[in-house]
């Protein structure tokens, strides 16, 4: 089969798109992801297909309201608020997005399609060509339940109907965006205009599209409300290439002392990076620690380190997560599932969105400490966080079971199995 994937984000919303890509291929198929061109070469290296999408979203998350936005943190009321600021420009770059996703649709001729919920293109472009479509999503933020609140809502603790509700306000906030889906739908694609009665997990004829999400039920269980249009996969892992060898520095330090800590908050440091480093040093420092910290897009700053810490650009997570004794970062889906596997206990620092819900499941599954908020991070909290979960043994063999179970998972061999199904 022609597979498209259509997807739209930072690393964390393509990584694991392109690990399913590649397990699709080495079963017989035929894959071309479609997202941002800042990602074009890392799908190209891993022997996929590329189809274009312009790199307006990453400029937008890389901009002084995106930023803001990241510092907004866990405050529902002050993210709506930011988000409404980003809306007018949003609506612009997915007019454009549409688009592209649409030109590469068609060059891709596809069988199937695989699409992010953030994307918006997926389940229409499936609509106008008559194929079969899923949405994929790396975390539980779409599927309503009774048993939790949607991701970003505050927690009231009211209950199974306010936490239903949560999820109906979250699918009203898509048809913010009706007029640029319709104008879409009907002067492109040259189909009707989508019902307003319609969810984000529902075609325009009202029909469920199948939801995978590739995470671990080790981590997260399945709640009981959902339908069987609705599957945990286990987690897509992208491992390295055979041939990457790390840098001989990086070696040498690993071996010159204890294992140390790792902390990287990726693109998350918002717009006073040098802050949350200094925090870091300190906090490695009042620990008596060594640590290695990511620098990352637009992360922590790597210059002035005392030798007791060293920077590393880009290391894949699977290589050096088993040569740490924690990790600790801003509770991205990708970053988290690492670190679990790996065996680690975690700490998690959230920003925004889904990082508070990760951050509580570690603290609940006894992996790791009590997420620390970013705005709440200080060096005394964080020395004390790393101390907990460096010389807990309770914590380090919780984790190390839960990276048996993880391991022992294969949930891109799962994900393609019920594709087959479907």
């Known amino acids: ?44 290296e891993n022997d996929l297909n590329y189809g274009y999408m312009n790199d307006d979203f990453i400029k937008l998350v890389d901009s002084e309201a995106g930023r803001k936005a990241m510092e907004t943190g866990s405050n529902f009321f002050g993210l709506i608020k930011t988000m409404l600021t ?38 229409h472009i499936a609509e106008k ?10 975390v539980p933020i779409i599927v309503p339940t009774a048993e939790t609140v949607a991701i970003g809502f505050p927690n009231l603790k009211l209950g199974g109907w306010y936490n239903k509700f949560s999820y109906k306000v979250l699918h009203r906030g ?25 969810s984000p997990i529902q075609m325009a004829n009202g029909k469920p599209i199948p939801v995978l999400h590739c995470y671990s039920e080790f981590v997260l269980p399945r709640p009981k409300d959902w339908t069987n249009t609705t599957h945990i996969t286990g987690y897509w892992f992208l ?28 693109s998350m440091a918002g717009r006073n990076p040098q802050r949350i480093t200094n925090i870091v040093v300190e906090a490695l420092q009042k620990a008596k620690v060594r640590g290695i910290i990511a620098t990352g897009w637009g992360g922590l700053d790597g210059s002035n380190l005392p030798e ?12 050096l997560f088993s ?23 975690t700490i998690i620092c959230p920003f925004i969105i889904d990082q508070p819900l990760w951050g509580e499941r570690v603290f ?39 990276g048996e179970k993880i391991r022992s998972e294969d949930g891109i061999s799962n994900a393609i199995a019920t594709i087959a199904q479907s």
Not at 179 to 198: A, Y
Not at 308 to 319: A, G, L, Q, R, T
Request: with cysteine; aromatic share 8%.
């Open 1 to 44: 089969m022609n597979i498209f994937i259509v997807t739209v984000g930072s690393r964390g919303d393509v990584q694991p798109y392109v690990a399913f890509g590649k397990g699709l291929k080495s079963a017989g198929h035929y894959v071309t992801i479609c997202t941002c061109s800042s990602f074009e070469s890392f799908i190209t």
């Open 86 to 123: 980003l809306l007018k420009e949003s609506k612009a770059l997915t007019r454009e997005m549409l688009k592209d996703a649409w030109n590469a649709a068609q060059a891709a001729k596809p069988d199937i399609i695989i699409f992010h919920p953030k994307s918006m293109a997926g389940s």
């Open 129 to 138: 060509l008559g194929v079969p479509v899923l949405m994929a999503v790396p």
């Open 174 to 198: 898509y048809h913010t965006y009706d007029d640029v889906i319709n104008e879409f739908r009907q002067d492109v694609l040259g189909i009707g205009k989508l019902p307003k009665s319609i």
């Open 239 to 266: 491992d390295r290439k055979h041939d990457w060898q790390p840098p001989g520095e990086l070696i040498d330090f690993l071996e010159a002392g204890e294992e140390p800590v790792y902390i990287g908050f990726g």
């Open 308 to 319: 007791s810490i060293f920077k590393v650009d880009k290391v894949p997570h699977e290589w």
């Open 323 to 345: 040569r740490v004794s924690a990790v600790v970062h801003h509770g991205g889906a990708g970053t988290t599932a690492a670190g679990l596997r790996a065996g680690k206990p």
């Open 364 to 402: 609940a599954l006894g992996v790791g400490t009590k997420p620390i908020p970013q705005k709440k991070l200080t060096a005394d909290k964080l020395a004390k966080a790393i101390l907990e979960v460096t010389k807990n043994q309770i914590i380090r063999q919780n984790a190390e079971n839960l």
